[in-house]
Structure formats: structure tokens, C-alpha cells
């Protein structure tokens, strides 16, 4: 059989990377490695569709689901996970002080659809009664103007969403005062920077997360992993294989965590701090697979289906290629 030869887009993590070096092969395939940033890849994916296999933004892909687009199908592997108490910014002369201070203020987000947000709205209506309606959302360029939704979005009335001025960005109008607060996948720069005037809603943010993972022992998923539709109705076994790959390089990775003799990242006490993990979250530390994640998967689809981005409840098994949806999350 000519083995297939396909493109693979994605961060260039651990878990990723014996792929795109080639000590993991995808069985029946030559991969070509593009190792990328997955903002970028996701509107590659979204617009062009650009690439065979692709790291996507698992909210994005909902939406598509929702609205029978079937560019992609969606496996199980799960290249990002994060857990988003920390992804909350507040400018400190809000009188912000606790979540339940959010309700009726102005929040700022890059896209209302980021998984980020997904992931913090729900959380915030969940553990705090602060609902998406509660606040007024605005949406514009992080860093530098412009930006705007990787998808048009038709959300209820309920829920108020404005753009932010073209010429201003959000992380300027928190350090300001014209956002009460921003949430956002990494830190912004006037945070970074040390201004004074913006800080955490939550500063001690691990303790936080993982009493939220005590309580719910969920570990937000971020984002999956794609395939286009053509390939796979023309090779029907190619999600499983394309699964089971995954699985193996994420062995790998957790693997070479543990290994003292020569540190594998460049960091002191990673073991330790591997071993701390594992006694919270259990020797499965990052789930891929079906019958693993389905709880998390449950909930981000009432948070989708509740914020208005998905039209109707989804079924995770509406997600996911049937054919991974049986195999373990061990090879």
C-alpha cells in the first residue's frame, strides 16, 4: 500500500513534537511537519483549509459542528489543555475584589468564541452565579488593533457583545479603566510589565485551579485535533491511526518527564513537580480519547450551547469521528 503523505500544523509542545520530528510515525503516512502558532493555524484551517491534519480551537470546532460544516472531523486528542482561573485580568481601581464583583461590568475578550472565554464564562455562572448575560463583552486586538471573530457569530439577545474602537486594544483599555477586567490565554503586557493598575481577579491561581479540580475534576480542553473530510471518506481507517500516533507521542513525553539522569526540560524539579500532579489528577494526567474526557466534553457543550455559540445541545459523540470513540487512551 503507497503510504499517504499529509500535512500536520500544530504548537510545537512535548506532546506534539515526536511526531513532527518523526520518532512517532502515523501508520499508512509520510507526515510533512508545520509546526506553528495556533492562532494562525486555526484561521488557516478555517479559511483555506490549509492543512490534512491541524491542531484546532475545540470551541471553533463546535460551531462548525453545529452548523453541519464538514471541511474537518475532529478526533479525540486534545493538544491543549488549561486550566483559566489565571486567564483573568482586572484593573485594580475597578473595586473588583471577588468574581461576584464581575456581574454588570465591561470584560474585555480577543473573540467571544476563544475556548478561553467558553471555559471562564461557564466557570464564573457555574461557581459564582456571574452569567454571560450579567456582563457586557466587548471584543477587539489583544496587543495591536484590529483582530475581530475567527467566525460570524449570531448570539442571543441576552447576551451583549461589542467591538472595541479599531484604533485601541484591550490590554490599553484595561490598564486605563474603559475594561473592568480582560480575559485572555496568556498575560498582557501592561500585567507583564508591572503596572500597577492591573492585576489577577484570582493571584494565588494554582491553589484556586486545583480546588476547582477537586471539585469537579475537570481539566478544560482547549483544543483537538482535525482531519479533512475528503481523506478521511477516502481512507476511513486514518482517524484511528492518526489516534493511536498521538496517543503514543504523549506516552513519550510523559515518559521523558520523569527522567532525572538528564533533565528533559529545561526547568529544575520536573519530576517533582510531575509526581505532584499525578497524586492530584491520577497517572492519566492528560486525557485524550472518548470515554475518558466526556464529562469535560458534557460541560463544554452546556457552556457552548448556553453562551449561544452552538444553536443546540450537542452530543459529544455529535464531535468525534466514530471510529477513535472505542480506543483507549493507551496503546
Not at 141 to 146: I, M, N, R, S, V
Not at 265 to 289: F, H
Not at 319 to 326: G, K, N, Q, Y
Request: proline share 6%; hydrophobic share 40%; aromatic share 8%.
Amino acid at each position: 500500500m503507497n503510504k499517504l503523505t499529509l500535512s500536520l500544523a500544530c504548537t510545537q509542545t512535548d506532546r506534539a513534537a515526536p511526531i513532527l520530528d518523526g520518532r512517532i510515525s502515523i501508520s499508512g503516512c509520510d507526515v510533512i511537519p508545520l509546526p506553528g502558532i495556533t492562532q494562525t493555524i486555526f484561521r488557516q484551517v478555517l479559511d483555506e483549509q490549509a492543512f490534512d491534519i491541524a491542531e484546532m480551537s475545540m470551541a471553533s470546532h463546535l460551531i462548525q459542528v453545529d452548523r453541519g460544516v464538514r471541511d474537518y472531523v475532529a478526533i479525540p486528542v486534545f493538544l491543549s489543555r488549561s486550566f483559566r482561573h489565571s486567564s483573568i485580568y482586572i484593573n485594580k481601581d475597578s473595586g473588583i475584589k471577588k468574581p461576584e464583583d464581575l456581574r454588570g461590568r465591561t470584560i474585555g475578550v480577543q473573540q467571544f468564541q476563544q475556548t478561553v472565554g467558553l471555559w471562564v464564562r461557564g466557570m464564573l455562572g457555574d461557581q459564582y452565579g456571574v452569567r454571560s448575560q450579567d456582563v457586557k463583552w466587548m471584543n477587539g486586538g489583544f496587543e495591536a488593533p484590529g483582530g475581530g471573530e475567527r467566525l460570524q457569530l449570531d448570539l442571543p439577545e441576552a447576551i451583549s457583545l461589542e467591538p472595541i474602537p479599531a484604533t485601541e486594544t484591550l490590554n490599553e483599555m484595561l490598564a486605563d479603566g474603559r475594561l473592568d477586567a480582560l480575559i485572555a490565554t496568556k498575560p498582557p503586557s501592561s500585567f507583564a510589565s508591572g503596572d500597577p493598575r492591573v492585576g489577577r481577579l484570582f493571584p494565588d491561581y494554582p491553589s484556586v485551579e486545583k480546588e476547582y479540580y477537586r471539585n469537579t475534576e475537570a481539566f478544560p480542553i482547549m483544543h483537538c485535533v482535525v482531519i479533512r473530510q475528503s481523506l478521511v471518506d477516502a481512507h476511513p481507517w486514518l482517524p484511528a491511526e492518526v489516534f493511536k500516533a498521538f496517543v503514543q507521542a504523549k506516552a513519550l513525553a510523559l515518559e521523558e518527564m520523569k527522567q532525572v539522569n538528564i533533565l528533559r526540560l529545561t526547568l529544575p524539579w520536573i519530576a517533582e513537580t510531575a509526581a505532584e500532579v499525578r497524586d492530584l489528577i491520577g497517572e492519566n494526567v492528560w486525557k485524550y480519547g472518548f470515554k475518558e474526557s466526556k464529562p469535560e466534553m458534557e460541560t463544554m457543550l452546556r457552556y457552548a450551547h448556553g453562551d449561544g455559540l452552538t444553536g443546540r445541545l450537542l452530543a459529544p459523540e455529535d464531535v468525534f469521528h466514530a471510529s477513535p470513540l472505542t480506543l483507549a487512551d493507551k496503546i
